[in-house]
């Protein structure tokens, strides 16, 4: 039977939504695809230290931002960007992918998240206009995106619990990639980027997780364990 040790970089918390439906979907997998996952809680201040993340089929650096350290955070999502680790990042893993994007790759020194820092000059993570908790609302997926091939359907209904997300002013950069938009809400605002090149790496700014709430299996989450457990080693 398939199986993948995925690491769940955040502070795992009973109050985050998302955190408590982790067992559901572990499970849901096992049964409905037949993959065993082992997920290991990883704090986001001990993913500062790059040498706690080897050995991991996939790296998904969950809900529940501001984290005790933004900086495992980023540096969770630069480690799998880097190492072409499986990388899935939901609601605070999504704006923290784009932050480590924007500081290593647009070579932004200041880029910052506006929660943590609200005097920042380049915030590209800012306030959305409407604020996005315990909301729901249609993404529409970018054609010919990873996105679009796993949905196998042009939109969907996606939940959120997020007052932050990219500042529309760094929306362009995305256009052209490697990382590029994957999702935009009805208004265009970017909900979800995907890299080329990468075997698997998407960050959405909704949380699929959420799906495990009304007892439904989300076919983002899938796919990640899917490309972590494809990723492992055969044993010999």
Known sequence: MPTATIALVGN?????????????????????????????????EDAEDPRVLEGFDGIWVVPGSPYRSAEGAVAAARFARERGIPFLGTCGGFQHALLDWARDVWRMADAAHAELDPSATEPVIAPLSCALVEQTGVVRFAPGSRLAAIHGRDSAVEGYHCSYGLSPRFAARLVEGPLRVAARDEAGDVRAVELDGHPFFVATLYQPERSALEGRDHPLIAAFVEAASASRPASP
């Open 12 to 44: 795992r918390s009973q109050s985050v939504r998302a955190h408590t439906r982790v067992p559901a979907i572990v499970e849901a997998l096992r049964r409905r695809d037949g993959i065993v996952v082992d997920p290991y809680w990883i704090p986001s």
